[in-house]
């Protein structure tokens, strides 16, 4: 079996097509290279171009009419970034969304699984959430993502193709073989800002203390990134039981259903590393919410999957890419 990953050569994209090869699926690579590094698509069938490319789509499917699926990873993240150009956001995560599914539905490939957030969600009283909570996404990012799931899913209503939707929570990590990890020098989430203020020796910046959380800082649920790819490998193999007997798309969420508050991440680093970080507390950021956690089941109930990874043993692996990144990425 091949399967399609478009953003392959990012963060999580190169994970999930890490573990294929490691479970004997052959992943092809889409991937424009914005964000992506050409470094982690050495070795792999890889294309450069765009998903909204109808022709650079038709060759791949052309090569490699074996290609099954579609897990489709290509999109802008940056929450802050997306408040500064929402243009940018739309065009690239939701316009060319469009363009590829149409690419996809041309090319007769009816299995697509969709890299979504949990940012979409309205949390409950308690910050957790499941996949029948209340959509009330609070950025150009989030709305982004929720906006691609409701076309996906229109589109699934009438046209040869169905959808699953993975809602991510928040990744953290690398492929614990170093072979890929965060493509940035200097990531803009709390664990990659903690790494950052250890190395700089200089206080840690918590944006946001005035949360109703139980410490006032915001509140996450951390999954290691190869637990979010082992999902996939999941995903890709339940995907005609799970969406058989006519339903065309469905949602799940992809967390460990426990929630971290930063000032809590903060101590567990600590421990990892050996000495706690200094701290300076600050303002939120633009775009910036509470978070939540997935209270769900239904990932071990549809998928059989469940994390393996521990919050501890996703910040050593980003500690020791850290180490490692600057003998893998040129810059």
């Known amino acids: 079996m091949k399967v399609l990953v478009s953003g392959g050569a990012g963060f999580i994209g190169s994970t999930i097509a890490s573990a294929c090869i490691d479970s004997g699926i052959t992943p092809v690579i889409l991937d424009s290279l914005v964000t992506g590094r050409r470094e982690f698509a050495e070795g792999r069938e890889f294309f450069e171009g765009d998903i909204a490319d109808g022709a650079l789509v038709d060759r791949i499917f052309a090569e490699h009419p074996e290609i099954g699926a579609v897990v489709h990873c290509a999109a802008l993240i940056v929450v ?32 697509l699984v969709f890299s979504s957030s949990a940012s979409i969600y309205e949390p409950g009283a308690d910050f957790s959430v499941d996949e029948d909570s209340g959509i009330d996404p609070q950025s150009p990012y989030a709305r982004t993502k929720a906006i691609c799931e409701t076309m996906f899913a229109d589109i699934a209503a009438t046209q040869d193709i169905r959808v699953l939707s993975l809602r991510y929570f928040n990744p953290v990590g690398a492929d614990p073989k170093m072979r890929t990890g965060l493509q940035l020098r200097r990531p803009s989430h709390a664990l990659g800002k903690m790494i950052e203020a250890m190395e700089e020796g200089v206080p840690f910046r918590v944006t946001g203390t005035d949360y109703p959380t139980r410490d006032g800082s915001g509140i996450r649920d951390y999954v290691h990134v190869w637990d979010l790819a082992t999902a996939h490998l999941a995903a890709l193999r339940a995907f005609d039981t799970v969406l058989g007997d006519g339903r065309r798309s469905t949602a799940i969420n992809l967390g460990t259903g426990t929630g971290t508050t930063v000032d809590e991440l903060l101590e567990a680093f600590g421990s990892c590393v050996g000495t706690p970080l200094g701290v300076v507390r600050a303002d939120r950021r633009p775009g910036d919410v509470a978070g939540a956690y997935t209270r769900s089941s239904r990932a071990r ?6 994390p393996a990874y521990s919050l501890a043993e996703g910040i050593r692996h980003s500690l020791e890419w850290t180490a490692h990144r600057d003998r893998i990425l040129a810059d």
């Open 301 to 306: 109930e549809l998928l059989g999957w469940e």
């Open 80 to 111: 802050p970034e997306s408040v500064a150009d929402p243009v940018g956001y739309y065009e690239a995560n939701v316009a060319k969304s469009l363009a590829f599914v149409s690419h996809l539905l041309r090319n007769g490939c009816g299995r």
